[in-house]
């Protein structure tokens, strides 16, 4: 079965940092594209990064655009997102989502709660 | 940026058609994607590209686009089929937008 897992969540003050982690199985990491997308407390879905199958083409939603960096290794087939100066309203459920291209998110991760807060 | 627009909530009874829309600005012209949520789960892709079906969802789960409205319809509605439902585009003019999602009620 594919399967994506998230870990690396919590509490954090604001202006702290956080890195989160998301292992894939089930399927071939390295020719798949992967994306953060995130959702507030009782809001809807935000997408945050995007990252190419060889990590050659970066994209960031403006809300995080130079405070967060996306990273992956394909030989641990993993995924990862460096978040620094979070601010309160960083606070939401992290999902890791397999994409196919600039496209849809075939599958989803179950989320990793990232809360901020002093 | 570009905004996608759902109705919040949409109320059907059991055994009926629910029909959710999702307008942008000549939208017909990119593909739309479809997603529902249940509470505390992860979303899960129902419609891609406009009208397509991931493996394992029912033939109920359907799609159109055209204009400036794409419609996930879901015929002979069940129980379990009380979720948000979010859409989705993505091209080169614009990074991947979600729609605000739209309560889907079985009452």
């Known amino acids: 079965d594919v399967q994506l897992v998230e870990s690396g969540g919590g509490l954090v003050q604001p202006g702290g940092t956080v890195k989160l982690s998301c292992i894939g199985s089930g399927f071939t990491f390295r020719t798949y594209s992967m994306n953060w997308v995130r959702q507030a407390p009782g809001k809807g879905l935000e997408w945050v990064s995007y990252i190419s199958s060889t990590s050659s083409t970066k994209n960031y939603a403006d809300s995080v655009e130079g405070r967060f960096t996306v990273s992956r290794d394909n030989a641990m087939n993993s995924l990862y997102l460096q978040m620094n100066s979070l601010r309160d309203e960083d606070t939401a459920i992290y999902y890791c989502a397999r994409g196919v291209g600039y496209s849809y998110l075939l599958t989803w991760g179950q989320g990793i709660l990232v809360t901020v807060s002093s | 940026s570009y905004v996608l627009t759902q109705p919040p909530s949409v109320s059907v009874a059991p055994g009926q058609t629910a029909r959710i829309t999702c307008g942008g600005n000549?939208?017909?012209?990119?593909?739309v994607h479809w997603y529902q949520q249940k509470p505390g789960q992860a979303p899960v892709l129902v419609v891609y590209?406009?009208?397509d079906r991931p493996s394992g969802i029912p033939e109920r789960f359907s799609g159109s686009n055209s204009g400036d409205t794409a419609t996930l319809t879901i015929s002979r509605v069940e129980v379990g089929d009380e979720a948000d439902y979010h859409c989705?585009?993505?091209?080169?003019?614009?990074?991947?937008?979600f729609g605000g999602g739209t309560k889907l009620t079985v009452l």
């Open positions: 989705q585009v993505w091209d080169r003019s614009h990074p991947c937008v």
């Open positions: 000549n939208i017909g012209s990119t593909s």
């Open positions: 590209d406009d009208s």
